[in-house]
């Protein structure tokens, strides 16, 4: 039978932001709300195995209800931006999983959930509804059921028609007329006033309707109830009225057009890795999109055993085919050359044994197209060829000219610009656990394919860039840095298993006392992992005031101890034991995995063309998310060494580079005269806010300063400010108030942006960084608010980018002219990681700060602070 499951997007969306703490990714983006929706969705799709989904959102604050009624909803807090600016994610993730979204005009959601669940259970489809709004209730019927979520965001009941009756004595079509008699203080629905709950349900259960109240007035016992409901007439009828969902909404869509396929696509993988929600990645099962194979125009492809000298010219677009995207050490599938001569393909090993070949590969004076220049480079490394002459690389490219093709094909690539079309990878080779190599010549002809698109596709993208006046960007930047990174991710960082042995031994021993603490306080022993045995352990025997209660029994998330702490000393311990847990098997465990057993040394992977603003992100380690703030996880830096004995592991790290950039975008004077003088910014914006001398800052004042600071930057909100400091709203939005009379350049700067992005569609960073905001005039305030920070938030996130990235390829370039050993090992967020020589440790002290602090010239001064010692962790 088919099942149509109806989600009030607006409704789950707010519950979910509630209902977590405000969490953010590694680029300062929001994302408790759609963290939250995201599991909501998971859960109820493995629940319901729906065969049609929607998800239905209000269209904007105005609907027919307001010209019945115009105070609608009125009274209502105005929606957190913290909120706000998560709403195009969700879209975002709606869209990756190819779940139909749709919102109307002059209509809200409950109006779309209600006339397709007529229609659908009218053409005879089982309807699920899920929402936190008890209105939905009057929509119930044999055959549609309403998932009413009671707390938190997975916690619901399922009401259908006995269900309703049991928990309120009418039935769902009456739960209008309950509305109309007892209103709505959430929607502002007034009822009748001293009409509650119980007595509305009374009425009802006697006379009916509103109107057979109304009908029969004179039945109704006790002369004040009488009185309020003769004097209230209008009001009940109009609230019932107003409390009706509109079951013929004029939808432009049909049931069919909801038909949902349960996929897991690469686009859902990629933005879960964006949004770091490791946790929902690692629930998702192999892709199992099967793209269908394209009609595409093939090129003349010529098998061959070895190379000729003729057929190797430049320019040649160059192929380098990975069966996954492990190119360190993973399987390369073939070569195929695409040039003015031919088009061939050569297997590996026999690639790998011609000499002309691979004469050819590391002259530089042979230019090569490629697709990724980086991945190419590290796997033939892996295989002693030094690849040389990488003069274009389409992934870098495409990426510059709309940051949006990020991690695309090269199907959807040269598609979009009206090459030939190939096929893709994943039709090709399959997905997941299916990917496998085709038996026949068939690769052959779809790497050739490949490869003559590369080559068609050069000129093309280097107009856009010229267009987009990036060339610059491309050569001079990221195409250079690319060879940098290469080369890091070749050489790695030595890691001592022995020593991540050694912090697990000990991590075990700090948990087992942990784990015996816990069992003292409880007075039993109990699995401190089972939420089940642990709820009853809180909430039962101890007698712990409950915050959520789930299907299974008492809710033990990590939100739900942090508001219980405080009251018994037993939940500081299961935190600890938590956190401590998940750092032994994440980091300890984790890391140990990934130390390759030739090498002995950990080698991450760059993605030089993933993020939005510009920064570089590691996988397989992410070594930028060891978490640091906690002792024990600082020590995991302990296991990072020097390759050679006496040598020393060298941090350089960027001050308040993205306050820096700040200064100098905004170009405001109190800011730069602070970073010009060497103040310490966050008692110089102390100072000014506060109106006090240096020597009266409290450690208080410059805690709030601080936050101030870089809320700023991601453009914080009072609602979000009073959450990171424990104040009210109003007490942070004076505060922001304050911080911006004090900056008139940052909020002239906001201002300006902005009004930049609606001309302009995008905005940029200082090298021409492109970063496109559709939303940015769009009419939906929830698009257009995220448009708007991310307008203001990107030129400085994506100008300190290009200064560390700047300054890799200047630092790369210094050492290789004072013929120093020293090498750069790793990049951590606005940080550089060197092993260095005893000898040449106090030349790098001189090298490191005069290359990164003139790395782009700013209008206030660059600061570097430069450390060393025997391991990462005794480097900082």
Known sequence: MNKLVLIDGNNVVYRAFFALPLLSNNQGMYTNAVYGFAMMLMKVIEEEQPTHLLVAFDAGKTTFRH??????????????????????????????????????????????????????????????????????????????????????????VNYDVDMVHERYGIKPEAVIDLKGLMGDTSDNIPGVPGVGEKTATKLLKQFGTVEGVYEHLDDVSGKKLKEKLEDNKAQALLSKQIATIDKHSPLTLTVD????????????????????????????????????????????????????????????????????ENYHYGDILGFAVSNAVGTYFIETDQALHDKTFCNWLEDPTMKKVLLDSKQAEVALNWRGIKLQGAAFDVRLATYLIDTAEA???????????????????????????????????????????????????????????????????LFDLELPLARVLAKMEFTGIKASSETLKAMGDELDRTLNVIEQSIYEMAGVTFNINSPKQLGEILFEKLQLPPVKKTKTGYSTA????????????????????????????????????????????????????????????????????????????????????????????????????????LAHIADDENLKEAFIEGMDIHTKTAMDVFGVDKDEVTALMRRHAKAVNFG?????????????????????????????????????????????????????????????????????????????????????????????????????????????????????????????????????QQIVPDVMEHAIQLNVPLKVECSYGPTWYDAK
């Open 712 to 844: 700023i930057i991601y453009g914080i909100s009072d609602y979000g400010l009073s959450q990171n400091l424990g104040i009210t709203r109003k007490e942070a939005a004076r505060f922001i108030e304050k911080y911006l009379q004090t900056y008139p350049g940052v909020q002239r700067y906001m201002d300006e942006i902005v009004k930049k992005a609606r001309t302009e569609g995008y905005v940029t960073t200082l090298l021409n960084r492109r970063r496109y905001l559709p939303d940015i005039n769009s009419r939906n305030f929830n698009s257009r608010s995220f448009a708007e920070r991310t307008a203001m938030n990107t030129p400085i996130q994506g100008s300190a980018a290009d200064v560390i990235k700047q300054a890799m390829i200047n630092m790369d370039m210094r050492l290789k002219e004072e013929q120093l050993t020293t090498r750069m090992l790793l990049q951590v967020h606005d940080e550089l990681i060197f092993e260095v020589p005893e000898q040449e440790i106090e030349r790098m």
């Open 407 to 473: 991690g695309q094909d090269l199907a959807f690539l040269a598609r979009k610009r009206g090459i030939a079309t190939i096929e893709t990878d994943d039709a090709f080779y399959g997905k997941g656990a299916k990917r496998k190599i085709p038996e026949g010549d068939g690769q052959a002809q779809h790497l050739g394919n490949k490869a003559a698109a590369l080559l068609q596709l050069e000129p093309k993208l280097i107009e856009e860039l010229m267009n987009n006046e990036q060339k610059a960007l």
């Open 67 to 156: 010209a019945t009624y115009k105070d609608y909803k009125g009274g209502r807090q105005k929606t957190p931006p913290e909120l706000s600016q998560q709403f195009p994610l969700v879209h975002e993730l709606l869209d990756a999983m190819a779940i139909r979204r749709y919102e109307l005009e002059n209509y809200e959601a409950d109006d779309i959930v209600g006339t397709l669940a007529r229609t659908a259970h009218e053409e005879g489809f089982d309807v699920r509804i899920v929402t936190g709004d008890k209105d939905y209730l009057q929509l119930v019927d044999d055959g549609i059921k309403v998932s009413l979520i009671r707390k938190g965001i997975t916690d619901t």
């Open 257 to 324: 057009a909801c038909a949902y396929e349960n996929k897991v696509t690469d686009r859902l993988r990629a933005l879960f890795q964006e949004l770091g929600f490791q946790s929902l990645l690692d629930k998702l099962g192999d892709s199992d999109v099967e793209e269908p194979a394209s009609d595409h125009t093939a090129v003349s492809v010529d098998v061959i055993s070895h190379f000729e000298a003729e057929q190797l010219v430049s320019p040649s677009a160059l192929i380098v085919q990975m069966l996954d």
């Open 558 to 661: 990590a939100d739900v101890l942090e508001k219980l702490r405080g009251r018994h000393e037993i939940i500081g311990k299961i935190l600890d034991y938590r956190q401590l847990g998940k750092l032994k098997s994440t980091y300890v465990e984790g890391l140990l995995k990934v130390i390759h057993p030739k090498t002995g040394r950990v080698h991450t992977c760059y993605n030089q063309a993933l993020t939005q603003t510009g920064r570089l992100s590691s996988t397989d380690p992410n070594l930028q998310n060891i978490p640091i703030r906690l002792e024990e996880g600082r020590k995991i830096r302990k296991a990072f060494l020097p390759t050679h004995e006496g040598w020393q592991i060298f941090s350089a790290d960027y001050s308040q580079i993205e306050l820096r950039v």
